[in-house]
């Protein structure tokens, strides 16, 4: 079964960086998509960023120019470089992956961590 673990999240000042990373396992995991999904207490569910394979990225607006989202596909790894951090982008984080092609809405995600908290103080 397919797993995806997050790690790196924690408590950082305003202006600060975070990476968060995560890695997948289980049988044969080849997922085209891979990406990151946040939720803030009340709020929804927010697109962060997304991969295709190596190259092909897309972010929310809320985040561009901010933060960075690679992949390592021999280690079925992705990442989210995370600079100039702000309160407003305090949230637990949550690792994402499908088969197919990118998408920015979670209901296409099949695959979802239990999510890595991340605090930002002002």
């Known amino acids: 079964q397919e797993q995806l673990v997050e790690s790196g999240g924690g408590l950082v000042q305003a202006g600060g960086s975070l990476r968060l990373s995560c890695v997948a396992s289980?049988?044969?995991?080849?997922?085209?998509?891979m990406g990151w999904f946040r939720q803030a207490p009340g709020k929804e569910r927010e697109f962060v960023a997304a991969i295709r394979w190596s190259s092909y990225t897309r972010y929310s607006d809320s985040v561009k120019g901010r933060f960075t989202i690679s992949r390592d596909t021999a280690k079925n790894a992705v990442y989210l470089q995370m600079n100039s951090l702000k309160p407003e982008d305090t949230a637990v984080y949550h690792c994402?992956?499908?088969?197919?092609?990118?998408?920015?809405?979670?209901?296409?995600?099949?695959?979802w961590g239990q999510g890595t908290q991340v605090t930002v103080s002002s």
């Open positions: 289980g049988r044969t995991f080849s997922m085209g998509a």
């Open positions: 994402v992956a499908r088969p197919g092609s990118l998408s920015t809405d979670s209901e296409d995600y099949d695959y």
